[in-house]
């Protein structure tokens, strides 16, 4: 069945950088065809959207909170999404999550979620 396979967290100092990457398998259409996103969560808070891009060359969005600091991108080729972040703070402290949903069915999927500690 469909799966979002998160890697790339860790810990890292303030001010470190850090590349997670999420690898989808078992879609019945292609990975061009879905909305791909990151959210996380951290401790007692609500999930909160981090970044998406709809499609390959399509413009991303951001949180203010990352603007400038991260970037979301999308290798189709690869059915794999990925979240460069730079200039990490102690509050990027969270656990990240994959999300996809279809153009056309509006079908969601979430990944397991990876976890990323920032502290020194």
């Known amino acids: 069945q469909v799966q979002l396979v998160e890697s790339g967290g860790g810990l890292v100092k303030p001010g470190g950088s850090l590349k997670l990457s999420c690898v989808a398998s078992?879609?019945?259409?292609?990975?061009?065809?879905?909305?791909m996103s990151w959210y996380r969560q951290a401790p007692g808070k609500e999930r909160e959207l981090v970044a998406s891009?709809?499609?390959?060359?399509?413009?991303?969005n951001y949180a203010d909170s990352v603007k400038g600091r991260f970037a979301i991108s999308r290798d189709d080729a690869k059915n794999t999404l990925y979240l460069q972040m730079n200039s990490l703070k102690p509050e990027d402290t969270a656990v990240y999550y994959c999300?996809?949903?279809?153009?056309?069915?509006?079908?969601?999927?979430w990944g397991q979620g990876t976890l990323v500690t920032v502290s020194s």
């Open positions: 078992g879609f019945t259409s292609s990975f061009s065809l879905y909305a």
């Open positions: 999300h996809a949903r279809s153009w056309f069915t509006a079908a969601q999927y």
């Open positions: 891009v709809t499609s390959t060359g399509s413009s991303a």
